[in-house]
């Protein structure tokens, strides 16, 4: 009995590999190019293999268990003590229960560490595939009606998606020569005096202005001089200078360069007071013209930056949204946000993705209704990024003054405000409020043990989780229970004398796809015991009933292989 155990798992790795090479074969020649798109061919074949592989891990054990102990010559020897007697039952099944143990600890990981990131590694490709493909028909639509610049951003997003496709990079360099081609030459800019970092002294900065003043340049002169007002206000030197420099500017007839000039530096005035009252915003537009003229000044790139930093507090920038486009994220999100006295709000989040740079959504709507039905307020937005606990909806674009608002479709918001709503749950918790996922195989255990009560809350039945949480427990104990009474099965099939049949070893092949049926009846039966017994006593009851059956087919399964092992000594 000392050499069984070791033959039943090497035996066990056998057809392990080749239960993932078959379903590796299966894999290729299911392969659907209609739904995947062929750049993610082989991560899709490999992904495809792996989910099945782990599907049939314990129908093919119970195979491999099957042929070890009924199959091979050398199943019916070793079976006696040392010392000539009939070894003890336990030394006859410790061993292989041990075996057993490790595997189904192996089983469990697999299922539960790594399918879940198959599942939604399954989801990601197909998401991907089809996004990737209305990207490359908005790119020939776009194209066809000469809309370059709106060909060559579709078509980056489809490289985004299918980096491989050497036709796609030819037909954007393409894209680029032509796009060159029809821009116009622009004409050359005079550019103004540059200007010192804002952290300056008042005296330095009104040495500059004196400087100016000197050379004539009263624009750049009278900048300085208010600069240095703004810091000192009752620095009469930066005052008189500043007057000077305003005189002088009424005296001379400008030409184009000093009105360029000067209104240069009267659009870093308006961005610099608009920056100190409050409104980041205008402040950042224009300073943002400014420096797509004059990226090298320093008061520009200071004052762009502190806009920058303002911003971020209450909001953020469209093309933000973008580099979360090739990610499926969290699809089709609804459920009840908030419920008090004064009326229930109900959210619905048509994408939401969570990356390093933070969690934002696509598509969001609110609807709020008091206790007799009535609708108390509607607003919809096309996007948001979570800060804090509060979705904030104050989407703007980078390069150019656009706003991507909410709208109050009707009512009003309680508090008064719309660009923020509360987030009542937690980013991990409205993975399990998608209407897109059908089953929770994508939901790891641990999570899945309290989100059941966490549906509930938010309006969802507890019920479907429940169930799949103890289908989950199950699996591993239905392995055990199998693998042991595979045992006793195959020790009832051993031949009687010398070497089976060749008619057995022509039946081998048949046996996963039996095991398999057997398995899936199990689970199938067992599901529906223990969905009756949750329903019925609920989940803690449920759980006990489950851990005792499992406890008592194990005892049973123990005691058939302890009659098929009395029977091979008693031979």
């Known amino acids: 009995m000392d050499n069984l155990p070791r033959r039943v798992l090497w035996l066990i790795v056998l057809f392990d590999l080749g239960a993932f090479a078959f379903s590796f074969v299966l894999a290729l020649i299911g392969f659907q190019s209609k739904e995947v798109l062929p750049a993610y061919y082989w991560r899709w074949i490999w ?19 099957l042929v070890g102990d009924s199959i091979l010559p050398s199943a019916g020897r070793s079976r ?9 039952f336990y030394r006859l099944v410790s061993s292989s229960l041990v075996t057993f143990l490790l595997l189904t600890l192996v089983f469990t990981g697999l299922s539960e560490g790594v399918d879940p990131l198959l599942n939604a590694n399954r989801d990601a490709i197909l998401y991907q595939s089809q996004l ?46 032509q796009i060159e081609r029809q821009r116009p030459n622009s004409a050359p800019v005079v550019r103004p ?4 970092l804002q952290n300056a002294s008042v005296a330095e900065l009104v040495r500059l202005a004196r400087e100016y003043l000197k050379r004539q340049d009263f624009a750049s002169a009278r900048y300085y001089a208010t600069l240095a007002t703004d810091v000192v206000p009752a620095d009469r030197e930066a005052a008189l200078v500043a007057s000077e420099a305003l005189a002088g500017l009424s005296r001379i007839t400008p030409n184009p360069a000093d009105r360029q000039r000067s209104y240069y530096f009267s659009l870093k005035a308006k961005g610099r007071e608009a920056l100190e009252e409050g409104d980041p915003k205008t402040a950042y537009y224009l300073f943002k013209s400014l420096a797509a003229e004059h990226p090298n000044d320093p008061d520009v790139v200071t004052y762009l930056k502190r806009t920058v930093e303002q911003l971020a507090e209450f909001s953020f920038f469209r093309d933000e949204i973008d580099r ?24 619905s989040i048509r994408k939401m993705v969570v990356v390093p740079e933070g969690t934002y959504f696509e598509g969001i709507e609110a609807l709020g209704f008091s206790t007799d039905g009535s609708v108390l307020y509607h607003l919809v937005a ?43 749950t937690t980013v991990r918790g409205l993975a399990l409020f998608s209407t897109e996922r059908s089953d929770l195989a994508h939901v790891a255990l641990p999570q899945l043990w309290h989100a059941g009560d966490l549906l509930q809350q938010f309006g969802y039945l507890k019920a479907p989780v429940q169930i799949e949480l103890l289908r989950r427990i199950l699996f591993p104990f239905g392995m055990l229970i199998l693998s042991i009474a595979a045992i006793g099965v195959g020790w009832s099939l051993r031949a009687p004398v010398g070497r ?46 489950l851990l005792a059956v499992q406890f008592v087919l194990l005892f ?3 005691v058939y292989v302890a009659g098929q092992s009395g029977e091979i000594l008693a031979e």
């Open 47 to 65: 992904n495809r293999a792996a989910m099945d592989f782990i599907q049939e891990m314990s129908p093919v054990q119970c195979t491999a268990i």
């Open 80 to 88: 006696s003590s040392p010392r000539g007697g009939l070894a003890p």
């Open 132 to 177: 990737a493909r209305r990207f490359y028909a908005n790119y020939e639509s776009a194209y066809a009606k000469g809309e370059l610049q709106s060909a060559k951003y579709y078509l980056d997003f489809y490289r985004r998606l299918a980096p491989a496709d050497q036709a796609a990079r030819d037909k954007s360099d393409q894209l680029i020569i």
């Open 193 to 196: 005096s540059e200007g010192p």
């Open 324 to 347: 979360t486009v090739p990610y499926p994220g969290v699809r089709n999100v609804v459920y009840l946000n908030r419920s008090g006295p004064g009326g229930r709000e109900i959210l």
């Open 382 to 424: 096309p996007y948001g990024k979570l800060m804090g606990s509060k979705i904030n909806m104050d989407c703007i674009g980078r390069e150019r003054a656009v706003s991507y608002l909410p709208t109050l479709v009707s009512g009003a918001l309680p508090g008064g405000g719309k660009d923020e709503l509360p987030l009542g």
């Open 500 to 545: 089976p049949r060749v008619l057995a070893y022509l039946l081998v092949p048949l046996f996963p796809f039996v095991i398999s049926l057997i398995t899936e009846l199990y689970f199938f039966v067992s599901k529906l015991l223990f969905g009756f017994a949750l329903l019925s006593f609920g989940q803690d009851i449920a759980l006990l009933i």
């Open 556 to 558: 049973l399964a123990l």
